[in-house]
């Protein structure tokens, strides 16, 4: 399932899946690092779902998204 970004903003940016059940936020913190959250909603295919971390760099974060982007689009029920 594809994705887009939806919102591009001083700190974070924001992308929602094509069927508007999950989306995935990247936000710098002001600490420098970066925080990554996936949100599923309970209409998903694949139920409900939530992950969060923080990573040091954003070459890092931008690793996890795609990740995160490609298991979210197959249904991958471990991302929770």
Avoid: K
Avoid at 27 to 52: M, S
Wanted: glycine share 4%.
């Amino acid at each position: 399932m594809e994705w887009e970004q939806t919102t591009v903003e001083d700190r974070i940016e924001e992308w929602a899946r094509a069927d508007g059940n999950a989306t995935i936020r990247l936000r710098r913190r002001t600490d420098g690092q970066f925080a990554v959250r996936l949100d599923r909603l309970y209409q998903a295919d694949e139920d409900r779902g939530y992950a969060y971390e923080v990573v040091e760099t954003r070459e890092a974060a931008e690793a996890l998204i795609d990740d995160w982007q490609h298991e979210a689009a197959i249904g991958d029920e471990t991302v929770e």
